[in-house]
C-alpha cells in the first residue's frame, strides 16, 4: 500500500506552476538564454509549489488541487518590472514581477491550503513572492546593472494565464521539464 502522499517525500523533478502563453515567451526567453543557467530546464514560469510529489503520484496530486484552480479566476496578468532576491549563498536571483501580485498569491495560497506540506515557496521570509525568474548572478552588482538596462527597453507583457501546470522531468541532466497535468482556472 502507498504512502499517504502528505508523507511521500517531496522531489525537484515536480512542481506546480503557472505558464505563460507561448505567444508571450521570446522577449523572456531572449533574457534567459543569456543569463539562467537553468534556461534548457525550466520553461517560462511561477513556481507555486515546489518541490512537488513523486511524478507517479502527479495524478492524485491534481485531484487534490484541482478543485482549489477551480475556485480562482483565470489571471490576466502584466509581467513587468524588475526584482531581484539574494540567496543565502550570496548569489542573486533577477526576476519579473507580476500584477496584481494579490491574485497570483491567492492562487498559491489555496493551492498550499490543498496540500500544506508543500510550503516551501511561502517559508521565505516576507512569504511568497510572486515572480518570473530571468537569471543568476554572482554578485547583486551584476543583477542590478542588467535591470538598469533592461529597464530603459522592457515593454511590459499583458498575458491571460487560465490553468495551473503539474511538470515533471526524469532527473536526467539535460532534460527540460515537460507538462503532465492541467488544472483549469475558474471562468
Known amino acids: 500500500m502507498p504512502l499517504p502522499l502528505e508523507e511521500e517525500t517531496k522531489v525537484e523533478f515536480t512542481a506546480a506552476v503557472l505558464i505563460p502563453p507561448e505567444g ?5 526567453q531572449a533574457i534567459r538564454r543569456m543569463h539562467d543557467p537553468q534556461f534548457i530546464r525550466w520553461m517560462p514560469h511561477v513556481t507555486l ?7 507517479a503520484r502527479l495524478a ?28 543565502p549563498s550570496g548569489s542573486v536571483t533577477l526576476w519579473l514581477r507580476l500584477e ?16 500544506p506540506w508543500c510550503d516551501d515557496v511561502s517559508s521565505y521570509s516576507g512569504g511568497f513572492t510572486p515572480h518570473l525568474s530571468l537569471g543568476r548572478f554572482r554578485e547583486p552588482a551584476d543583477a542590478s546593472r542588467l535591470a538598469l538596462r533592461l529597464e530603459e527597453t522592457w515593454a511590459p507583457l499583458r498575458i491571460r494565464v ?20 492541467s488544472l483549469p482556472l475558474g471562468v
Do not use: C, K, N, T
Not at 49 to 55: H, K, N, Q, S
Not at 100 to 115: G, I, K, N, S, T
Not at 162 to 180: C, D, H, K, N, Q
Open 24 to 28: 508571450a515567451w521570446e522577449p523572456i
Open 100 to 115: 496584481p501580485a494579490d491574485a497570483v498569491r491567492a492562487l498559491q495560497a489555496r493551492l498550499q491550503a490543498a496540500m
Open 60 to 87: 492524485e496530486a491534481a485531484e487534490l488541487l484541482a478543485p482549489a484552480a477551480a475556485a480562482v479566476p483565470a489571471l490576466d496578468l502584466i509581467v513587468g518590472g524588475f526584482g531581484h532576491f539574494v540567496h
Open 49 to 55: 509549489l515546489y518541490p512537488f510529489v513523486p511524478e
Open 162 to 181: 487560465g490553468e495551473v501546470a503539474l511538470i515533471a522531468r526524469s532527473g536526467a541532466p539535460a532534460e527540460p521539464f515537460r507538462r503532465r497535468h
